[in-house]
């Protein structure tokens, strides 16, 4: 066999490892929360979990703990409970946020009700704990310290996310440390508790984090462009959300400090208006991003943060060649369109 | 000395005890969040701590502990756990139920925003595991299960609280089912674990929780009068508030089934009418329940539920003389007035 067609191989079986891995989480998620009473709170809840999405952070717990050699039923519980909690901070995200929709179907605000959104929330934030508690008993204090400081922070991103609505002089860097908390630390945390589950090196685990952590920045910035210029038909929510209620996005903190004297005051102004049509706005506010070529600023610091999480992930005391699924889904993460 | 003054004496011990612990949950719970950031985030949450209550539960938890010969700071951060939870709950029932008022004081919501309420309230159930999390390794596993499926059971007491709003078929049996779930539970769980980390024997740990699921019920009844008979300069809450949101108290339930035919049709038109004079509302349901003779009926339920709590207490294996405080807290708990 040439070396082209064994690197072929190499790449089917990758392949094929995350689908099945894929395909493992749709059925693990299938049996949450079946059978609780009352059905009230718990069909929204199964609802949501039910409608997918990317199942990147399971995926991502699976993984590494695969990278140390361990494929296990707890794996996959602590998979869950990262899939669950996230899924509980989506409901409540959504209904702060007042979103209609989430990966392209309506928010559990909108098809039941404001009160069902906080009670089958909460009651998805206690079910992550459930099964979080399942990893075995001698790692249970770490992962669940983990876990809880992983929650906290997110909860504290969003606080900060929420602030800066309010605000027009976010900083960048404010703009990076509030998406660290809310995006990257999930990201990082369901890398750092797959591979402790497999008995990975305290060292090695931290390195995951890191690389969660900067596939996270990464991540979330690349969410960020295709809010303004995703593709309508695949990108699941409404194209321009972020303009429309004042997110202080990276495009919008460099557009306040890099626009000229006059598109700035016009800025501030569509972003202190009470009333005005929705696409007017949209459409104003890229064409500021536009003028300073933000999509392609913002491009460079995704590569940035890409490229530093593969330096982390590098440094992991693990032969390369069984890296490359991640290395593979990272790739993926960064050119997705959705 | 004779025995009066030897029965004095020890009754001051008992008050003396309470009262000392319930200073040091004061102190403590000043502690909780301390610092956190941002504040926008942690001030509302530290806000609806602050402003205090029974702190029945926490109480519970060291007492029990104490019977067991255990005082310690790892009970005390479990009773924390159990307080931090227990206002998580109170902060987004507050907001489901749109209550105005807790403890005399504006609600979260209501102070800050629905949204502060969400978030703020998400940030307590996640701090609530910090603490829980402190026990010892070693019981780790079993607290946290017991905490979790507790936190799950008072969501799932909620929604069937909420469910019954709009029903009117609702039976003394599912009511009973509802307040054991939604507060019932946590009062025994909050014995239970004060138990458990004091390393009582599982039989007794267990009959704690039945002494507290008991006590629970009998409290909550309480609480149900205290709603329509209470005094409102005592109370903290509006008088007649359960009335006017068509809580299925057992009063009511008794009353829709009771009631004369006329009387139960008038009920009726009062629980589906949307536009009424509140107060015209709650008098003509009190005379209702004036009629049915029901404040003295419920006062007999919760002196049998009482009483079985007493008998739960008594089976516990230690001796009686040192379960008088618990008894004693019990006995105020059920002719309190707020």
Redesign the interface.
């Known amino acids: 066999m040439n070396p082209k067609s064994s690197f072929f191989l190499v790449w089917m079986a990758m392949k094929h490892k995350i689908s099945v891995f894929e395909e493992r989480i749709e059925e693990a998620v299938k049996g949450v929360l079946k059978g609780?009473?009352?059905r009230?709170?718990f069909i929204p809840a199964e609802y949501v979990l039910s409608i997918g999405g990317k199942r990147l952070r399971p995926l991502l717990t699976l993984m590494a703990a695969d990278l140390f050699g361990k494929e296990s039923d707890e794996v996959m519980d602590a998979a869950l409970a990262v899939e669950i909690f996230h899924n509980f901070s989506l409901v409540?995200d959504d209904?702060?946020d007042n979103a209609d929709l989430r990966r392209g179907y309506p928010t559990l605000h909108k098809r039941w009700s404001?009160?069902s959104a906080?009670?089958s929330g909460?009651?998805l934030?206690?079910?992550a704990?459930?099964y979080i508690?399942k990893v075995p008993?001698d790692l249970?204090?770490d992962i669940?310290?983990l876990f809880?400081?992983t929650?906290?922070h997110i909860?504290?991103g969003?606080?900060?996310d929420?602030?800066f609505e309010q605000r027009l002089d976010v900083t960048e860097e404010e703009y990076l440390k509030m998406i660290r908390l809310k995006t990257a630390v999930l990201i990082g945390a369901a890398l750092k508790i797959g591979a402790l589950i497999a008995r990975a090196p305290v060292e090695d685990a931290d390195l995951l984090y890191q690389f969660g952590i900067h596939l996270g920045l990464a991540f979330q910035l690349k969410d960020d462009l295709l809010d303004v210029y995703g593709n309508p038909e695949t990108f699941g929510k409404k194209i321009g959300g972020d303009i429309l209620c004042n997110k202080k996005t990276f495009l919008l903190i460099r557009s306040l400090k890099n626009a000229g004297h006059a598109e700035r005051e016009a800025l501030q102004r569509w972003l202190t208006a009470t009333e005005y049509d929705p696409d007017e706005k949209i459409g104003f506010v890229k064409k500021i991003y536009d003028q300073l070529n933000l999509k392609f600023v913002v491009e460079n610091l995704i590569e940035k943060y890409y490229l530093a999480s593969l330096d982390f992930l590098s440094l992991v005391n693990i032969p390369d060649h069984q890296k490359r699924d991640l290395i593979n889904l990272s790739e993926n993460l960064m050119y997705r369109e959705k």
Chains 1, 2 share one sequence.
């Open positions: 609780y009473e009352p009230t709170l409540h209904l702060m404001e009160n906080i009670l909460d009651a934030l206690i079910e704990y459930r508690a008993a249970l204090p669940l310290a809880t400081t929650a906290m909860c504290e969003q606080q900060y929420m602030d």
